[in-house]
């Protein structure tokens, strides 16, 4: 972040430093995104067009008002939540036994180094974000598990 007039010499300054160390930028994937605050206080996010848009960065997303997790992080944890539970209930069908929620919370709800609870809580202490603290809380994930556990149950059992 910068101040508008300097973006170019910023954007100079990091594509130089970048090549300094032999890596490649992929400019489809750069975005310069200018924040404006109005005269009723509310924030606005334009692109380098002048088009009102949104800045991703880190799994979220901001528009200079509202923050949230992109639409692509959330369903890429939904899938992942998706197949753990349809596993274990296969796993529960087969062998006759009880559909174990306690391993499908463990796995999702862990605080280690790679869980997406941790890579979530990290991005929200870097943007300093609630609301993207909020959407990583045990709570959260929790009733995402549950009304998963809710859909496939309905898929294999007929329930």
């Given at each position: 972040m910068c101040d508008t007039g300097h973006y170019i010499k910023v954007k100079e300054f990091i594509k130089s430093e970048i090549k300094n160390i032999e890596l490649i930028i992929q400019d489809e994937k750069?975005?310069?995104?200018?924040?404006?605050?109005?005269?009723?206080?509310?924030?606005?996010?334009?692109?380098?067009?002048?088009?009102?848009?949104?800045?991703?960065?880190?799994?979220?997303e901001t528009n200079g008002i509202m923050e949230k997790l992109r639409d692509k992080t959330l369903s890429k944890n939904d899938r992942k939540i998706f197949?753990?539970?349809q596993k274990e209930m296969r796993r529960a069908k087969k062998s006759k036994n009880n559909f174990s929620k306690r391993k499908i919370y463990r796995r999702f709800l862990h605080?280690?180094?790679?869980?997406?609870?941790?890579?979530?809580?990290?991005?929200?202490?870097?943007?300093?974000?609630?609301?993207?603290?909020?959407?990583?809380?045990?709570?959260n994930i929790v009733r995402i598990i549950r009304k998963k556990i809710k859909k496939i149950n309905q898929i294999f059992f007929n329930k």
């Open positions: 750069t975005e310069i995104a200018t924040f404006f605050s109005k005269s009723d206080g509310t924030i606005m996010c334009l692109d380098e067009n002048g088009h009102q848009s949104t800045l991703k960065y880190l799994g979220a197949w753990q539970i605080n280690e180094k790679q869980s997406f609870k941790s890579y979530g809580k990290k991005s929200a202490e870097i943007l300093e974000s609630d609301i993207l603290r909020k959407q990583f809380s045990d709570i």
